[in-house]
Every structure is written in structure tokens, then in C-alpha cells.
């Protein structure tokens, strides 16, 4: 037992004395006269006073004495003895498992309650699935050498029983997302236990002390323009530490203690990810978890905007740097953290100063320490390629988080917003909060990203009226912010999706192979079904000029999105020059911002339609060998550029002529789809590599026509569209289309000639009647045919 449990021993033994005291006064006071009758009620009143104070301090020693022994404070620690088989939360979940039936003892145990709520299971749903299921015990071998812990109690539960991984299964908890769940809930318990002992360093350091600084040495210039630390409230241990940085820390530690050039430069995407291992660094310094020569150093943020904003003239702010970094390197206990270390020094360089040259020794010594830091883009732009800054700085990189990870890192800031707000996360909805900053938010990292989507989404939750914020509630809220089509498949979206190939063969004629296939892909990317770490779809449009590639593009456009106007576009002719790699993702020495960076980055979901394909860069053909296949690519700056959610259609007229000469053969084009690929191959158009990426080449035929007809049909009825606005009815009939087909249609370019015919013909001849007086709103115009030796194309009759 602890010195501390003797002295709470000892106290909580002198307040008995004392409780018993009062209240044997209380006892042997006699009713006295009624002179003095005032006087006795005041004595009993202060026994009475005395007995509750004394049972109050009772209370509080005997829980502060529990909470001080091996029974709470090892427990806590994880620290048991080495004949120990299990930790003390399984073990009241063992003992109080009825018939041996561990599963039943997991699942009723309050710990077990609270894993299931955040896996969004109810208690009642639970109470179900143990009067459903066969209880079948559970093969439990306990190992003397290892202990077993919650985490691998759940594992065996997991696996040992069917029954229980299928009813998880169904709710979306899979193995992994248990595991994590019970070490979330493990690390709640051991904070609230950890917080409540305020004897513990960690609490009692969070007080401050008389004379801390008189331990270091003084620095009054540097802290004018710094702050410690060791003493913001990040810096105090929490249970929610993660472990996935100890490999980064490490080597912080490394490069911190050697005799010379003991600097580091961490570069990391973005400011958050870098000062959460900064943040890490602290906690260890301050529990005094760091190699011997770093455990009284004190990590001092240097705020490098402040300082440059002082000073106009270089004079003065080169002399107070210098006293400054005199005042540090003297007092031999400081580590000197500078965030964004190549604005600072260009920010002196503004005002004529070369800062390095003249920190330069100082960098050298080893009686001060320098972590600088900066993001990847001004690395590679400023730092990297400056050999005096690459040989006083060892760089660390801050390595980027996964999902699970990110995940980890958020359990602390969820807790809080919990217990402010009185609303509980389940892990699936945490998760799936995690997955949306990744794939539909762009700038930041990954956890400060989702750090903001949950602050956003409280407010919005609360208006619920609900407490558990399940992965449901995260897909309307997202879809409500994005407009993206998230979680369940309600009413409307089912019919437009069930119905998507009759609306698109509304606008798109005889092109089935090309309607089925990305109408497909929709369907696939809304299910969830397709390759998360690709684009939702990517198709190569072979074929003629005007027999419908960009229509079909625009045609998803608006039936799924609701407006032809959401479809992106490029054309690649635009992109053939050496330069055309910079155009789309940005020149680096310019500093010019690329147009395919910009234009996903501003649209995360939709079709992006590349047009005349065949005609860029081979550049930009390597650059779209990487998108198709990873879903991603990297911009001047080096930043991640998210394309998961975005439909890539591709289309080219490459194989133009090879499918003309086969129709006019007699030849099926869309079944020499292979012939036609091969042939592109042979000509050095696109690599195989490339076009293996696509999910699909499809062969667009020419039409004949029954489908020219068709489609002069959908024109005219666009025109007619147009002019409902004016109160004009134009009625569309089987010669006006038939002649647009015929006289508009040719063979090279299809039918996309048929635009001009009507423009020239038809609305010149509406737009005249109008001009002339004759066509007046609420009236009704036909073109049809004209009597027989009339030079004239059309009849117009007007009603």
C-alpha cells in the first residue's frame, strides 16, 4: 500500500473520532431548564453539524482511500500482478456470466451496455437477440502468461459465436470496429477515473506552483513574444494519447539530443496534423517520459507574425532577434518552436534581413533547440532546395492518417462535445464523419476536417430532439451541405435510379451500349458497390462526329443531377502544347492554380466530360493513367486532389474512320469493339496501360435514319420548349422532322449539323413571323408541307 493510502488511512481514522465525538455529545446532553434552553439547542445543533460534517469527510476519505489503492489505481494503470489471468472489467463480466455463458455476461455488464450504444445498439435490441439466440458457451482459454483485457475478451466473443458477429453485421459493426469500440469505451472509463483523482501530478500540475520559473532560466525578451507550452491546457495527459505518432516522436527525441545541428524541420500538409505531434512531444516532456537530457526542458512557441509585425526597420528587428536567441541559448532549458519557418524568413528578408546567416550559430549550438515548421508546399518551394537550411535541419515529415486513425485521434474532441451538448456518437457515425471529410472536402487534414464537420453537425442534430447521432443522421446532414446523394435510397432518387436508361434513351437514340453503361455505373456508385479508391465511373466514347458521345454526357447530367449544366468539361484540344500539364494542375514556379485542380476540387461529385481526348498531351494522357486507376493526383504544391466521386467520360473520334468503312460493309462497329481497340493500339493513339483503366470502351455507331429522324424530333421539341415563354405554340409534325433529318444530317459529322438546319431554316422563319406581326402570343405555328411545285422548303400555316 502507497504512502498516500497510509495518510488517507490516517485522516479518514481521526474524522471518525471526531464523528463519533460529536454525536456522544448529542447523546449526553440532558434537556436542560428553560432559562437555558437557547444555549442547549445551539450545542445540539453544532453535534448535529459536527456529525455530518464528520460523515461528509468519512465519505470523501473512504472514497479518495479506495480510488488511491490497488484495487482503483493499478487497475487503472493496467498495472496487475503477474498472476493475474484477466483484468478486473472481465472479470465481473466472468463472474457475473450466467451458466458459464460469457457472451450474455459481455452484453449485460454496464460496460458492455456502453459498447453496444456505440455501436447504436439499444438495450432492448439486445435483450432480443439473447432470447432468440441458441446460448452456446464460449471457449475461453486463459493464459497465465498473457492477461486477458477487454479488447481481446471481445475478440474471442467476436469469433467463438456466430450468432453475436451476425447480429453485429447487421447494425454495420464488423470485427475491427468492435475492437476499437471497447478500446473507446475503455479509454472514457479510465479519463473519468483519471480526472476524479485530483492528488494525481497530472491534475495537481493543471493548479500551477509558487516560483515554477525560478527552476529555468529567465527570458523576459523571448517572452514577450512566446508562450510556454507545457502550460496551455493540450498539454496535460489524456487517455485518449494515441500510439500510430511514436514512431515520429521518436525521432524528434533523436535529432533533439545530439551535440550539434540537434534542430528538426517538420513538414506536414497542414498546420493541425503538425502541431498534434508537437502537442504529443509536450505531454511526454511534461510527464517527464522523454530521454534524461530533455526532461526540464521547456517547449516555448515562438509567435513569428507578432514579432515581424513590431519592427519596419532591419536594424531593430535583427538586434532583438539576436537578444532574443541570446536569452534562449543561455538559459540552456529551452526549445524554441517557430511555425511556418519559410514565411518568417521571407517575411525579414521583406525588410532586407537574411535571418538564417544570421542565426546561423545558433542553429549549430547545442544548448538551444529548434523545431521548425513548415507545410509541404513551401518546403519543396523555399526550404528543400537550400543546403545551408538542409544541413543544420534534420527533416521529419509528418506522416499523413488513416481512417481508423483519424478515427482515434477524434475520441477526445467528441467526448467533450458529448458532454456539452448531451448527445452521444456512435462509432459509425464518428467513422462515417471521418470517411465524408476525406473523400468530399479538400482542403486541411484529415482529422481537422472532420473535427469541423462534427462541430457542424451538433446544431443541426440538436434540432432533432434525439440523442444517439447514428450514420444516418450524418448521410442527411452531409447530403443537405453537399448535395450529394448519401445514405438510404429514398422514394424519388428509386425511380429516377430504376427508371435512369428510359430517361436517357428520352434524349440519347441508339446508343444502347452507351446508356446501359452509365446508367450502370450510377446505380453501382449510389448502391455502394463499386471501388471506393477508383472514380464512381470512367468510360472511353468511341466514335463519329453528332451520333451522341457528349449528349449521352449531358443527358446524365441533367436526369441524374437534375440540370445539364452540372456536367464539367474540357476541351483537350486546348491541352496539346509542353506546357499543358501546368495548365490543368498548376504551374509551380508561376504559382498559377490549375484548371483540373480547381474545377474538382470546386465540383467533389459529377461527370466530368473530356472531350476530343485523343488530341492532348501524351503528359496529360500519364497524368489520367493515375486518376483512372487511383482516384487521385497530386497538384503544383504536391496536395492530394480528390477524384473518387467524379463519372470521367472520355470521348474521341478516333476510330471514326475504321467504323464508317465497317458499316458500310455491312459490318456491326459495337461488335468489333475488339478490332476497332486493337487497331487504336497499333496506331499509337492511346497506350493499352491507359485504356485498360477505363471501366469500359464503348463504340458509338453511326446512325441511320430512323434515328436521325428521332433525334431531328427531340430538336424541334427543344425549340418549341423555348418558346413556350412567349406564348407560342410550335407544333412539331412527322415532315417537319423527317425533312430536318434528310436536308440536316450529313455523313461526317452526323447529326449534329441538324442544329444549324434548324437555326437557319426554322427559327429564322418563326423569328420573321414574329418580327412581321403576323405571330402573336397565344397563337400556334406549323411548318409542314408544301403544295405540290412550290420552291418554297415549307408550308407555314399560323392559328
Known sequence: MNRLSKLLEAFFLIFVIVTLGGALVIAKMDIPAATDINHWLELRLLGVLTVIFGLMVVIFMLRSYLRSSYYFENVINNRYYGKDLYTFTVGRMLYRSPGNDWLAGFLLSDTGKMIMSRCGISPDQIKTFLIARPATPTSLILDQKN????????????????????????????????????????????????????????????????????????????????????????????AYEVSFHDKVLKQIEDVLVRQTESNILLVGEN????????????????????LPKLEHKRVILFNNALFLSAFKARGEFEQELLEIFNEAARAGDVILLINDFAGFLSGAAEIGSQVFSLLDSYFATSRLQIIAMTDTDKFHRSLES?????????????????????????????????????????????KQIVVAAESYFGEGGLSDKARDLIVEIVPWFLSTGRTFVMPADVSSYLSEKTSIPLGEINQEEKKILLNLESVLHERVIGQD???????????????????????????????????????????????YFGNEDKLMRLDMTEYQGAGSLEKLIGSFKEGKPGVLSNLIRQNVFGVLLLDEFEKTNPDVLNLFLQILDEGFFSDMDGKKVNARNI????????????IWDMVKLGKNPVAARDELINDIVQAGTFKPELLNRFDDTIIFHPLDPVNLKKIASLMLKKLAKRLEPKGINLLVNDYLADRVSREGANEVFGARPMNRYIQDKIEQAVANKIIEGELKPGMSIELSEPPAGSSLPFSIVIK
Open 147 to 238: 492477461l486477458l483485457k477487454l479488447r481481446a475478451f471481445a475478440d474471442v466473443l467476436y469469433q467463438e459465436n456466430e450468432d453475436f458477429s451476425r447480429f453485429l453485421f447487421t447494425t454495420g459493426i464488423g470485427k475491427e470496429d468492435l475492437l476499437n469500440v471497447c478500446d473507446w469505451v475503455v479509454k472514457m472509463i479510465e479519463s473519468e477515473e483519471l480526472g476524479s483523482r485530483f492528488w494525481r501530478r497530472e491534475n495537481l500540475d493543471r493548479l500551477g506552483s509558487i516560483g515554477k520559473s525560478w527552476s529555468y532560466g529567465q527570458t523576459p525578451r523571448l517572452d514577450k513574444y512566446s508562450e510556454d507550452l507545457l502550460d496551455r491546457p493540450e498539454a496535460q495527459f489524456s
Open 386 to 430: 537550400r543546403g545551408e537550411v538542409m544541413a543544420r535541419f534534420e527533416k521529419v515529415l509528418v506522416p499523413e492518417l488513416s481512417v481508423d486513425e483519424a478515427v482515434i485521434t477524434l475520441l477526445s474532441a467528441v467526448s467533450r462535445v458529448e458532454a456539452e451538448n448531451k448527445i452521444i456518437f456512435t462509432f459509425q457515425a464518428l
Open 513 to 559: 451500349e452507351a446508356v446501359s453503361a452509365v446508367a450502370g455505373a450510377m446505380k453501382r456508385a449510389r448502391a455502394g458497390v463499386v471501388n471506393t479508391k477508383r472514380p464512381l465511373g470512367s468510360f472511353l466514347f468511341l466514335g463519329p462526329t453528332g451520333v451522341g458521345k457528349t449528349e449521352t454526357a449531358k443527358a446524365l447530367a441533367a436526369a
Open 271 to 290: 498546420e493541425p496534423a503538425r502541431m498534434e505531434i508537437v502537442w504529443g512531444f509536450v505531454r511526454q516532456v511534461k510527464r517527464g517520459l522523454v
Open 647 to 658: 463519372i470521367f467520360i472520355a470521348t474521341s473520334n478516333a476510330a471514326a474512320g475504321k
